[in-house]
């Protein structure tokens, strides 16, 4: 039997990042309309919104092209790449409040990290060289 679906498998693309993310939102919508069971427009719409990306997961997984799959996954890797930095960020700005204090260039709009308890500086940019005061 594993040699039969290896068989069937070969040449096919397969799972990536983006199949788990279609297969994990079609879960949450398949909870949603389980949720909202009284409001029928609402609940028949997550359905069908379920049942489209469980298609479209299955649809990618078994594609014979390979290179428009990879590049569908590099396109949404590259997207939550720029949204999990920016929740990075956040956090790590979160965990350092206590001993610098962040601004932002208003030419370049680049995070800089500035000691607490200085008083007011002048802050360079480090990313385009402008200068501004900012008070720690």
């Not at 078994?62 to 290179?67: A, F, H, I, L, N």
């Given at each position: 039997m594993k040699d039969k679906l290896l068989k069937f498998m070969s040449g096919r693309y397969g799972l990536d990042q983006l199949y788990r993310f279609?297969?994990?939102t079609s879960v949450v919508c398949i909870l949603l309309s389980a949720i909202l069971r009284e409001y029928a427009l609402l609940s028949s719409l997550f359905s069908y919104a379920a049942l489209?990306?469980?298609i479209w997961?299955?649809?990618r997984v078994?594609?014979?092209?390979?290179?428009k799959r990879y590049l569908e996954n590099l396109h949404y890797l590259e997207r939550i790449g720029s949204i999990r930095q920016h929740f990075r960020m956040n956090k790590e700005k979160f965990h350092q409040r206590k001993d610098y204090k962040f601004f932002v260039c208003p030419t370049c709009k680049t995070n800089l990290r500035v000691p607490k308890g200085k008083g007011k500086v002048n802050i360079t940019c480090s990313k385009c060289g402008n200068r501004f005061q900012g008070k720690t």
């Open positions: 279609l297969l994990l489209a990306l469980l997961a299955m649809y078994m594609s014979r092209k390979v290179e």
